[in-house]
T-cell receptor, first 112, second 116 residues
Framework: GQQVMQIPQYQHVQEGEDFTTYCNSS?????IQWYKQRPGGHPVFLIQ?????EVKKQKRLTFQFGEAKKNSSLHITATQTTDVGTYFC????????????FGTGTRLQVTL | NAGVMQNPRHLVRRRGQEARLRCSPM?????VYWYRQLPEEGLKFMVY????????ESGMPKERFSAEFPKEGPSILRIQQVVRGDSAAYFC??????????????FGEGSRLTVL
């Protein structure tokens, strides 16, 4: 079936270090979205990418959609303790546009 | 403008009982999605509904689970004869548009079901 895998599953960094999570789909996506879920909280939308090779930035966060529209990445520069949470990618598959399929998530822990 | 409202926030049931989870989408949103999240895991799609219609229930277990989104009132996810494996957080999300063109999903705070 259609699966979206993320690596790493978990990462622990010191404040100020960079962080990257990678998202890989078995088949082509029509778009990719990223969400952040704080511990005990609910997913909150960060961004959507639609075009092949698209790159978007939000302050210290950089999002990229692969050329083949099968993978994506989220890079955080100079992490802060407020970045703690689980980051999920999620995508719509071409031809099955009704549901958003979530990745397995990457849990980020940031310590001082 | 209130966000997506879910209730109850926490629900405890004994095995064999029924659980009813309610979701009121954001004002102006007519598309509702239900997701299940087991502890330390990702979000698993269950069902996508529009008013009075189930559009995609491919993620819904065939037995004991049902969902509706009536013309008036909230969307309801119903779990009959609950078992311990149903213990999870159930998130509802809404959007104003359909599918791939919907942009972001707006999530509620979730209903956390514990089955004893």
């Amino acid at each position: 079936g259609q699966q979206v895998m993320q690596i790493p599953q978990y990462q622990h960094v010191q404040e100020g270090e960079d962080f990257t999570t990678y998202c890989n789909s078995s088949t082509t996506l029509s778009n990719i979205q990223w969400y952040k879920q704080r511990p005990g909280g609910h997913p909150v939308f960060l961004i959507q990418l639609v075009k092949s090779g698209e790159v978007k930035k939000q302050k210290r966060l950089t999002f990229q959609f692969g050329e083949a529209k099968k993978n994506s990445s989220l890079h955080i520069t100079a992490t802060q303790t407020t970045d703690v949470g689980t980051y999920f990618c999620a995508g719509h598959y071409t031809g099955t546009a009704s549901k958003l399929t979530f990745g397995t998530g990457t849990r980020l822990q940031v310590t001082l | 403008n209130a966000g997506v409202m879910q209730n109850p926030r926490h629900l405890v049931r004994r095995r064999g009982q029924e659980a009813r989870l309610r979701c009121s989408p954001m004002k102006g949103h007519s598309h509702v999605y239900w997701y299940r999240q087991l502890p330390e895991e990702g979000l698993k799609f269950m069902v996508y509904l529009q008013k009075e219609n189930i559009i995609d229930e491919s993620g819904m277990p065939k037995e004991r689970f049902s969902a509706e989104f009536p013309k008036e009132g909230p969307s309801i996810l119903r779990i009959q004869q609950v078992v311990r494996g149903d213990s999870a957080a159930y998130f509802c999300a809404s959007s104003p548009l359909q599918g791939a063109g919907s942009g972001e999903l707006f999530f509620g705070e979730g209903s956390r079901l514990t089955v004893l």
